[in-house]
């Protein structure tokens, strides 16, 4: 009712899985997602609904309540769903188990590759295309680590979803707060080989999809608006190549900006 005061017709709910409102422990309650689907989309106004994020587990338990939302709420591969946003952290299944051991759960620390596989077929066979997270330096992070997660990353080669890497932060209450944050200085071949993976795959995919993203509203605005995030796309990938075959400009050209937005930061690069 809030969203609809506001003007908005979408009701996204915030939460660190969606699809496990109302489970008792890590066991999917089927019948309360759909109840809270079905009650949102009944209110009058209210046109859409989604979750802001979910668990490749919970995906992989629950394959048929991901069909199901599909079906009630009208995705299909001409009206696709952008999300949710997901973490896949890092293919290594000995970080997975020494710092996320629950992740995973109710499967195995030693299964999260494979649970990451599946549940992004699942996903994209509804036509739910996420926005995948990684930590790039986790504390303790090794070649073999990074190597695994660069053979997570090219199973999923092919699927419709961005990868986006994200350098390690201590933050404040977890048990890594004591931790070094990762810096671009500290950058080893194995993680740029990671970072240009991801990147990569992200700007092929969003080539893909961008016409799909804009098939309604205002012709007009739609073409132009359009025709400016195919520049940006262009101009990205052009970027990444100039990177990939001098990783060290990257770190120049941001050794002296101080980055107080991502605002900046488009500002500096372009």
Known sequence: ??????????????TDDGLRYGAKGVE??????LDLYKSVLAINGIDS?????????TIVEA???IHELSEICGITKKEPLIGPQIGLET???RLIRKYM?????PYKPEEWPEIVIQA??????NYWYPCTTLIIGLPDENEDDILKTIELIDELKGSKQWLFPLFFVAMGGSILEKEKTFTLEEMTQAHWDLLFECWEHSVKFSKEIVDRLFSSGNVLTRRITKTFVKKGISLAE????EIRKNPEMLMDSLKNVKLNSMKELMKHIL
């Open 101 to 105: 051991i629950g992740k995973p759960r």
């Open 120 to 125: 992004t077929q699942i996903l994209n066979d």
């Open 238 to 241: 052009k970027y990444l190549d």
């Open 1 to 14: 009712m809030v969203n609809l005061h506001g003007g908005s017709h979408h009701a996204s709910f915030i």
């Open 28 to 33: 999917v309650n089927r019948e309360a997602v």
């Open 49 to 57: 609904v989604s979750i802001a994020h979910a668990s490749f587990p």
């Open 91 to 93: 293919g290594s299944s």
């Open 63 to 65: 394959p048929d309540l």
